[in-house]
Each structure stands twice: as C-alpha cells, then as structure tokens.
Nanobody, 117 residues
Framework: QVQLVESGGGSVQAGGSLILSCAASGSIFRPNVMGWYRQAPGKQRELVASMTSGSNTNYADSAKGRFTISRDNAKNTVYLQMNSLKPEDTAVYYC???????????WGQGTQVTVSS
C-alpha cells in the first residue's frame, strides 16, 4: 500500500506563487510516475504536470511556462512550483503516483489552492 501526503496549498492573490509538496510512503515501485492533478468545482479532474522516476516531464498547456514539477527520488517526494497564478488555477490539487509496471493508482487527499483576483 502507498500513502501520499500533500502540503502547501493555500490562498494567494493573482500573480503570486505557491509550492505544493507530496511525500509518498509505503511500497513504492519503480519506475513510476508522480504527478499533480486538479479539480475545480463542476469540472473534471485534469492533469497539471507529471514526472517519471527517470525525470521525463509532461505538462498541461495551462501549466507550461508557469509551473515546474520536480521530484526527489531519495525522499519519494514530488513538488509543484506554481508561479504567476491566475484565478482559473483555483482548484483542489491532488497528488498521484502510478507504478509503470502495475495497474495500481494512488491518490493523495487533495489540497485546496485558491487564487483571488
């Protein structure tokens, strides 16, 4: 079993920055992908950014140029640096871990990010 614990959400004004962290513990298999998804009220959950244990990254178009994903494999932790935040970035952000050799899929509890104009 894998547990994901997120931290770093909060409220910020437009143009501000936040950094999210997600620490994974338990039986973590590699290679894997760790990433961030978000879900705004009334909308489907969507990928924000992901990064494999081999450091390959994938970003949503809305995140490119503003958000940076990074990870510390030794700590099983993934980060999301969010800059130039916009009100439309307001959502619950979820951490995800998916081993590439398994159908398992693990989610954190979510952390709220609110951007005011």
């Amino acid at each position: 079993q894998v547990q994901l614990v997120e931290s770093g959400g909060g409220s910020v004004q437009a143009g501000g920055s936040l950094i999210l962290s997600c620490a994974a513990s338990g039986s973590i298999f590699r290679p894997n992908v760790m990433g961030w998804y978000r879900q705004a009220p009334g909308k489907q959950r969507e990928l924000v950014a992901s990064m494999t244990s081999g450091s390959n990254t994938n970003y949503a178009d809305s995140a490119k140029g503003r958000f940076t994903i990074s990870r510390d494999n030794a700590k099983n932790t993934v980060y999301l640096q969010m800059n130039s935040l916009k009100p439309e970035d307001t959502a619950v952000y979820y951490c995800n871990l998916r081993p590439l050799t398994s159908l398992s899929d693990y989610w954190g509890q979510g952390t709220q990010v609110t951007v005011s104009s």
